[in-house]
């Protein structure tokens, strides 16, 4: 197995199922200030968030929390949902699933179970967060996907899934409202997700 430096990658010479990789995900000891996933057929490490990213989870989820589905949870953390149809394992920032969801001794969980998922793009998930996640998620059937570009500054929401991936998307600067559909039918206001001005350590 190799680890490439800038956006750290393991992978194998021989071809894995994707249980196999799962296996190796479990086994995989994560260098600190990282987390793990499997993206197109490889297990890519990426570095830990921006200080401030958590503080926009959290507004995300109290925005999000009244208007769950009935015995739906939402949370931000690092936990893995598993694709098998896609071969695709993720982490999201933010997720929200029914409850049963989470009644498992497994760390893999249901990524088809998802009901909203949002990623926080960094320079390192930037790419996978605004191409192969939007794929995976619209596959597996995951009524709203939410993309804060915290580059660009934009809030993209994208809904009704098809086989094909989404066939809706709004976005919205950093700042101004968002409307989340179905089924939230909520809007979320996006002020104070902006990046803070920088500080001297």
């Not at 990789?21 to 499997?38: C, N, P, S, T, W």
């Not at 739906?72 to 690092?78: A, E």
Request: aromatic share 8%; with cysteine; charged share 25%.
């Amino acid at each position: 197995m190799t680890v490439m430096i800038e956006r750290p990658t393991i992978s194998s010479t021989e071809p894995h199922s994707f249980e196999a990789m799962l296996d190796d995900l479990d086994r995989l000891d994560v260098l600190d200030g990282y987390k793990a996933e499997v993206i197109r057929g490889s297990i890519v490490m990426s570095p830990w968030s921006k200080g401030y990213y958590l503080d926009v989870m959290e507004l995300v989820c109290d925005q999000l929390r009244p208007h769950l589905p009935e015995e739906h949870r939402i949370s931000d953390g690092p936990f893995l949902y598993v694709f098998p149809g896609c071969k695709r394992a993720y982490g999201p920032d933010i997720h929200a699933a029914h409850r049963s969801v989470r009644q498992t001794t497994s760390n893999r969980l249901d990524g088809e179970a998802l009901s909203f998922v949002a990623e926080l793009t960094s320079s390192a998930t930037r790419d996978d967060d605004l191409a192969d996640k939007v794929e995976t998620y619209g596959k597996a059937g995951v009524p709203v996907y939410l993309i804060l570009d915290m580059q660009e500054e934009k809030a993209t929401v994208l809904w009704a899934p098809t086989a094909e991936g989404y066939t809706n998307r709004l976005s919205k600067p950093f700042g101004e409202k968002l409307d989340i559909p179905a089924p939230f039918d909520c809007t979320l206001d996006t002020t104070g997700f902006q990046a803070p001005a920088a500080t001297e350590e």
